[in-house]
């Protein structure tokens, strides 16, 4: 890895949390693709490592991508790097004085810090640490308290809890520029949420799912299965209006039975707008109604810049849409009266995911992205069964474990083409649609997994002589 000479062209190094890996690509590229600027990795790029080095950014661009990132705790001006203390000073006195001079000079003040990952060092170790780097020309003052500039040596002792070696793999030098967005995801923790339901999407994971699909001020953002709407809350978060649907009267509405465990029913202010308020972003709601997924009310058009969904599995929410298999007698002018209550019906998992990514193509805007998790049964996984669709591009897919046997997968696509494009009906549903074949199968394995873990829990208990 080289160290540029200029200060329009510096390396920098992101220092990214150690969960959700397989998300942090994909937002940081995301997050990236806003401001214009590719992924660029320096050196011998390891995606499951904490330290990133990233070459043809600014400072604005990587400001810019810790004011959204979750994924991502600090980042900071690479000066220096290398597999040991000498080679560190080695890089660090061939880094450039004049990039150093506007930090070091008489009249600031200074402080470094001490990071090591997958060990911890004493205070006495860290102090030697900081004395070593005497041969840096810092002419300011030390400050603890509120110094104007922080620097700090980060040492990377690997991945494994059970193999810490006893010299660093790594050693990184800079200058700290900016910290993640990591508080998000305590100051929105569904625990403390207004109104949230048996299915609420977890605070980190929904800025994530915002930041996949770049959401950006003013955007226009929609879940058609909105449940108590902790995935507008995130978009909201990002100044975008947000909007949803959901066939369940009850959840759209704040009504019924509560999901807190020491509450028996909801409160008369429980609803998604009331959460919005809660975070104060309330001026980015535009609404919520009772719609049936399978049955759009949306004019033909490309209304929105981002879909982002968690469509029911059919484990804690029953995957349901209007209709009947019995014939259903209307009135001859075709108009229901006020008591009509419709017949719902099974909505299969494959209905539902070829019935997203077709409504997608025709109501997101070119370039716009749709953001969903599938279900998955592990054992029998294969990328085949991820629907496609030839107006849709796949950018990213990536799994979170539920079990050893279930996961679900956030899966990215942008609309790069419009449906008119196609000559036909039959062309826009020809073999580049490969709708997903996992159909029940994913709800049968789920429940047949759990039963036998409750057969054998049964079984201990027999034993035991509970």
């Known amino acids: 890895m080289a160290t540029s000479t200029s200060r329009s062209c510096l390396q920098y190094l992101l220092h990214l949390a150690q969960d959700n890996l397989d998300f942090r690509l994909p937002e940081i590229k995301a997050l990236l693709a806003l401001r214009g600027k590719p992924f660029q990795p320096s050196g011998n790029f390891q995606e499951k490592t ?28 690479l000066w220096g790097h290398g597999q040991t203390h000498s080679e560190l000073r080695t890089s660090l ?14 009249d600031s003040t200074y402080r470094i810090n001490v990071y090591t990952f997958n060990k911890t060092l004493e205070f006495a170790d860290r102090i030697k640490r900081i004395d070593a780097m005497e041969y840096l020309p810092f002419e300011g003052a030390v400050s603890l308290k509120s110094p104007q500039h922080i620097f700090c040596l980060l ?15 790594y050693i990184y030098f800079g200058r700290w520029i900016a910290d993640g967005q990591r508080e998000l995801i305590r100051s929105h923790s569904v625990k403390n949420r207004h109104f949230i ?9 929904s800025f994530i ?13 929609f879940d058609p299965f909105v449940g108590t709407g902790s995935l507008l809350v995130a978009c909201s978060h990002f100044r975008a209006y947000v909007c949803g649907t959901d066939i369940d009267y009850n959840t759209i509405h704040g009504r019924g039975r509560s999901s807190r465990t020491n509450q028996m029913w909801r409160g008369p202010d429980e609803n998604i707008r009331a959460n919005l308020r809660q975070y104060g972003t309330e001026e980015m709601y535009l609404d919520v ?5 399978s049955k759009p009310v949306w004019r033909e058009a490309a209304l929105f810049d981002a879909i982002i969904t968690d469509p029911p599995y059919g484990i804690r929410e029953s995957t349901r849409r209007t209709g009947s298999h019995k014939d259903v007698t209307k009135a001859p002018d075709g108009i229901y009266t006020e008591s009509h209550v419709p017949v719902s019906q099974a909505y299969h998992l494959s209905d539902i995911f070829t019935d997203l990514l077709n409504f997608s193509a025709h109501h997101l805007v070119l370039g716009g992205r749709l953001v969903y998790w599938l279900p998955v049964y592990r054992p029998e996984y294969r990328e085949e069964m991820v629907p496609l669709h030839p107006c849709l591009r796949l950018i990213s897919n990536c799994e979170q474990t539920l079990s050893s046997h279930t996961s679900r997968r956030l899966i990215t696509m942008e609309k790069i083409k419009k449906p008119e494009e196609f000559d036909s009906l039959a062309q826009l549903a020809d073999t580049h649609f490969s709708p997903y074949q996992g159909h029940n199968a994913f709800r049968e394995k789920y429940f047949s997994g759990l039963n036998k873990r409750c057969a054998k829990e049964d079984n201990k208990s027999v034993v035991n002589g509970e």
């Not at 150093?100 to 008489?106: L, R, V």
């Open 155 to 169: 040492e990377d002792y690997g991945t494994d809890p059970n193999d810490i070696p006893e010299h660093p793999n």
């Open 50 to 77: 904490p330290f990133w080095c990233l070459d043809g950014l600014s400072e604005g661009d990587v400001c810019g991508v810790m004011a959204r990132s979750v994924c991502a705790k600090s980042a900071f001006e």
């Open 197 to 205: 339901g048996n299915t609420s999407m977890d605070a980190g994971l």
């Open 93 to 106: 006195l061939k880094y450039p004085s004049e990039n150093m001079s506007p930090f070091m000079h008489k």
């Open 209 to 221: 799912m915002a930041n996949h699909a770049k959401v950006n001020e003013n955007d226009l953002v």
């Open 289 to 293: 109604m009772v719609s049936d997924a």
